[in-house]
């Protein structure tokens, strides 16, 4: 007897989900992801396998780590998804998955009109506003894959086409300003830092003063951040395809 | 704001901003909306490249009226009147189609080039 894990939809996901299985000291068979009897006696989880199956459709599993994981990961909304990683059914599985989108889809919503508020960007919440457009066509994809609509009422499927109708007036109402935003804000501020560490980069090549390297180098680490640059302008750069994606989301008009 | 189409003449681009307008002062007669959404989609259909100002008009609109027509269709649906549930959806379909065909022409195109090269 065993009990399977389930495989985290989005990266993010996975890593909460493994971290979630590393809190409480649960092994899986990495080719199977099947937790066996003897590893479920040997976690914090009581009562072996048995426990497990009891505990996790409660979502009650590890809760605390969760917590924390989410916190990291501004993953907030995904809490249904994980509660549902472990041993639940299909049904319960859509069920949650469905909550969990209709709270996404209304969260993101609620973050961008707060975003357009803003007089200034700092580099985080704007990672954090695009990463939350990208994330949600996947979102939408997967609550409207056939497996979940299979299971859902039509009270349900309302609750998530009403949260969308929403989203979507919301969406399109600060549309031209976050084009604006883009273009006249994000874009310069990328570009410039794109600039200031390619000039940077060459006066390291030829071999600048090591102190002037040392300090323009924690200014990198402190201000530019070049990988915080390059996760903007790629989730700038999806912003396209995230409005193609919200516009085109399945089974709205069903 | 960059990019304006060399094809989108000033008349497409006022009959575009009038079917935008026509569409969003739409007040909830079903019947009263086909002659507009099929007037939006043909004007939708013939931008292939699209200034920033019409591009925000045009999606907004659509998006605007598709959400109406989503609580439309669930409202049809308590009410139990099948017609205008499958009417609802059907215009929020070809509206759906017709802004998604428009994000082809999305104006942000150029966006991350400088940083890529």
């Known amino acids: ?254 | 704001v960059n990019v304006v189409s060399p094809d989108m003449t000033p008349a497409l681009q006022r009959t575009a901003a009038e079917a935008a307008d026509a569409l969003i002062s739409w007040e909830g007669d079903l019947e009263a909306l086909a002659p507009l959404a099929d007037r939006y989609v043909a004007v939708a259909s013939e931008v292939s490249a699209i200034d920033v100002e019409t591009w925000c008009k045009l999606t907004a609109a659509a998006a605007t009226t598709m959400a109406a027509l989503v609580l439309e269709s669930i409202g049809a649906e308590e009410r139990g009147d099948e017609a205008a549930r499958a009417r609802a959806n059907e215009l929020g379909q070809l509206l759906q189609k017709a802004a998604v065909g428009l994000c082809d022409a999305y104006p942000l195109r150029e966006l991350g080039r400088r940083s890529e090269s």
């Open chain 1, 1 to 254: 007897m065993s009990v399977k894990i389930k495989q985290g939809q989005s990266p993010l996901e996975q890593k909460a989900i493994e971290a979630r299985l590393d809190a409480l000291e649960i092994t899986t068979d990495p080719s199977t992801r099947e937790v066996a009897e003897s590893d479920a006696k040997r976690s914090k989880v009581k009562g072996g396998l048995a426990g497990l199956e009891k505990v996790a459709p409660t979502g009650q599993l590890g809760i605390e780590e969760l917590d924390k994981v989410e916190k990291k990961f501004g993953l907030g909304q995904v809490t249904g998804a994980i509660a549902s990683a472990v041993g639940r059914s299909e049904a319960d599985k859509a069920h949650d998955a469905i909550k969990s989108a209709v709270l996404a889809i209304s969260g993101t919503g609620e973050q961008l009109a707060a975003f357009v508020q803003k007089s200034k960007y700092d580099p985080s919440s704007v990672l954090s506003m695009f990463r939350a457009l990208s994330e949600l066509p996947n979102t939408l994809k997967g609550v409207t894959s056939n497996e979940v609509l299979a299971h859902a009422s039509r009270a349900e499927i309302n609750q998530l086409r009403t949260a969308y109708a929403g989203f979507l007036q919301t969406f399109f109402q600060h549309q031209s300003q976050m084009i604006d935003t883009i273009n006249d804000t994000l874009l310069p501020w990328i570009n410039q830092r794109v600039d200031s560490y390619n000039d940077m980069s060459k006066q390291v090549a030829r071999g600048s003063d090591l102190l002037t390297y040392n300090y323009v180098m924690g200014d990198v680490d402190q201000k530019l951040r070049p990988d915080q640059t390059k996760q903007m302008v790629h989730q700038v750069s999806n912003y396209g395809e995230s409005t193609k994606a919200v516009l085109a989301m399945q089974g709205l008009f069903s």
